[in-house]
């Protein structure tokens, strides 16, 4: 392909300290992986192996088709309701993926004529869900419930929806959920909040934020989440009542026209939910395990289950995580435009399933990695 500009744009990006590889993980290449969003450590448990097996043996590789076609198996509706109740919402559809899952809610629920008020916390998904839908969007900074007030109270659109990750992913620090709900309701508009980073860490037994707060099921909510973190497998999930799923079938195009979440991926989500419904001291022996490395860290003790590490300059971020990768841990490595410029950071990824001489382990490498480095 010949287009000069390609390569200005690459040779610009590497000199920012901002060109990205992917990552590749092998067999034993590290010991403590951090940087991966199985806050459960649950997508290598015997169980739910064996559930992504029972998926293959009974629907095959792939699920075939879209799900209003062929797409839609058993599994997928047991799973859903089985989601549902667990949660403590009516109803709940799944999606290929967490990101289609914000996309396609956001476009069902607004278009052009409408309003949307999103904060600078908010995933990249749910971004482009509200770019994608075409309504006017008001960004505020986050958390701020009263930014958000003001939005609802001068629009001039008669239907709004305001956005929100309950838990915000970069950091781990938890939104006003409970504030917004009421802004929301107070102004008739409707509340999504992304839970991604909150099932199997927040709440009751790990039921997320909403159900910290008691809003569980609550009218004008919206949850979105993902099977693909706590419950260690893939696929993203919107939840709310029986006719919002119905719109979502009809007017969602993400669920339309992708094809259908895979069985295996069914089957392993599904056994991690009743592996966390058996357990549900979980997400508290995980807290517990945040704080003790967060400390050892130096860090902020965060509200769900990510350690951040502010360095500063990317390219002194890309050689800490590095030098962690060649002493056996891999950890998240962010930089702009994922987090806002001279933030660059190590994240670390706590999970359940790591002792506290693993996490004693941990923070030493990371410590050491980072005084090596230039950090402001």
């Known amino acids: 392909m010949s287009a000069p500009w390609l390569a200005e744009i690459a040779a610009r990006t590497r000199e920012a300290g901002l060109h990205r590889d992917p990552v590749v993980r092998r067999p034993g290449d590290a010991e403590f992986n951090l940087a991966s969003n199985d806050y459960l450590g649950l997508s290598t448990h015997p169980d739910v192996i064996a559930g992504a097996h029972a998926g293959l043996d009974l629907w095959g590789g792939g699920s075939t088709a879209s799900r209003l076609v062929a797409g839609t198996t058993a599994a997928h509706i047991e799973f859903e ?6 949660l403590g919402f009516e109803a709940a559809l799944a999606f290929s993926s ?21 904060d600078t916390g908010a995933h990249a998904s749910l971004i482009d869900g509200c770019r994608l839908s075409r309504a006017r969007v008001v960004v505020v900074p986050r958390g701020d419930v009263d930014a958000v ?23 781990g620090i938890r939104a006003p959920l409970d504030e917004l709900y009421r802004a929301a309701v107070d102004h008739g508009a409707i509340l999504l909040a992304d839970e991604a980073h909150a099932l199997g860490v927040r709440g009751p037994g790990g039921r997320g934020v909403a159900a910290e707060f008691g809003l569980s099921g609550a009218p004008g909510l919206v949850v979105t989440t993902v099977a693909s973190k706590s419950l260690g497998a893939q696929g993203g999930l ?15 195009r993400t669920f339309i026209f992708d094809t259908g979440l895979n069985p295996a991926a069914v089957g392993a ?15 508290e022996r995980l807290r517990a395990s945040v704080r003790r490395l967060a400390e050892a860290c130096g860090a902020q003790v965060p509200d769900a289950a990510v350690v951040s590490l502010i360095i500063g300059d990317p390219t002194a971020a890309v050689q800490a ?40 382990h941990v923070a030493t490498v990371v410590r050491r990695a980072l005084s090596a480095v230039s950090v402001r």
């Open 269 to 283: 989500a599904h056994a991690a939910l009743r592996i966390l419904r058996a357990d549900p001291a979980m997400p």
């Open 81 to 86: 309701n089985d989601v549902a109740d667990f």
């Open 238 to 252: 919107v939840l709310g009542t029986s006719l919002l799923r119905e719109h979502l079938i009809d007017h969602a």
């Open 98 to 118: 967490g990101y289609l899952a914000n996309i396609g809610a956001i476009t069902a629920l607004v278009g052009r004529g409408d309003l949307i008020v999103s």
């Open 149 to 171: 007030r003001r939005a609802l109270a001068d629009r001039t659109e008669e239907r709004a929806l305001v956005v929100t990750d309950s838990i915000y992913s970069i950091d």
């Open 321 to 360: 995580a590095a030098r962690c990768r060649e002493h056996g841990v891999f950890v998240g490595c962010f930089r702009p435009p994922s987090v806002p410029e001279g933030t660059s950071r190590l994240r670390l990824t706590v999970r359940a399933d790591l002792s506290d001489d693993d996490l004693d």
